[in-house]
């Protein structure tokens, strides 16, 4: 059995103290930390760009797991690189190229992963699963945090489990969006092996972080 890994989205951590939160998180024992990047324009909400990436770095050394829902994407993946991303995730309708940005992203030392909106098929992945370092289900639509997961994103789930499997890479299949302790064993016992989980890790206050996140691994 693959080890599941918890990414705690700051989406939903105390925006004024955003790097105590990345702390307890870290000290609470998650394994990365999911950065939602929102322009207003590719989804209807607005957070955080790089410069708070950068300001952010120093308060853990565990992976930063930036999600770009940004559009244009391109000209800005160097910065998120240099601000301390170490995996980078796109979406293909945010730009024109998937394939070229995901070539990019691999070309400045980072982990390169894509995601797929909840009408997005798996097809998608055709001529992507021979580059990309990890795949993201979205199983909410992207811009907000606390929405409900949306149920059949677990036959993709299982579809993607199954071409990773068959190309025999090491590929993260991570899923985003309404995991808490009722979707995140369905969502494993589909084949996902990375959890970002906002509400659920960030409920309860910082006292409350360790528990969340075992109990979210399963533990
Ligand atoms: C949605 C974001 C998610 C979101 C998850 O666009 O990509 O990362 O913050 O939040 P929860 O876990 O509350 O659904
Ligand atoms: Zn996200």
């Known amino acids: 059995t693959r080890p599941i890994l918890i990414s705690p989205s700051i989406l939903s951590a105390d925006f004024a103290r955003l790097g105590e939160e990345v702390r307890a998180i870290d000290a609470a024992g998650c394994d990365w930390v999911h950065i939602d990047v929102m322009d207003g324009h590719f989804v209807p909400n607005i957070t955080i760009g790089p410069a708070v990436v950068k300001a952010l770095r120093p308060h853990s050394a565990k992976p930063f797991d930036v999600h770009l829902m940004i559009s244009p994407v391109d000209q800005y993946l160097d910065a998120f690189a240099q601000a301390g991303a170490d995996i980078i995730t796109v979406h293909p309708e ?14 400045l030392g980072v982990q390169a992963g ?7 098929p798996a097809k998608m992945l055709d001529y992507l699963i021979d580059d990309v370092d990890l795949i993201l289900v979205m199983s909410v639509n992207p ?12 036959r993709k789930i299982e579809a993607i489990r199954k071409m990773i499997d068959k190309s025999g890479r090491d590929i993260r299949l991570q899923v985003d969006g309404g995991i808490d302790l009722t979707t995140a064993p369905m969502a494993i016992a589909a084949g996902a092996d990375v959890l970002v989980a906002g ?9 409350a972080y360790a528990d969340n996140i075992r ?3 399963g533990g």
């Open 143 to 154: 811009g907000f945090g606390g929405q409900s997961f949306i149920m059949n994103q677990l």
């Open 114 to 120: 894509v995601v797929l909106n909840p009408g997005t």
């Open 215 to 217: 109990k979210l691994r």
């Open 199 to 207: 509400t659920a890790t960030f409920r309860g206050g910082p006292d």
């Open 94 to 107: 945010a730009g024109p190229h998937i394939h070229r940005s995901i070539q990019h992203i691999k070309s």
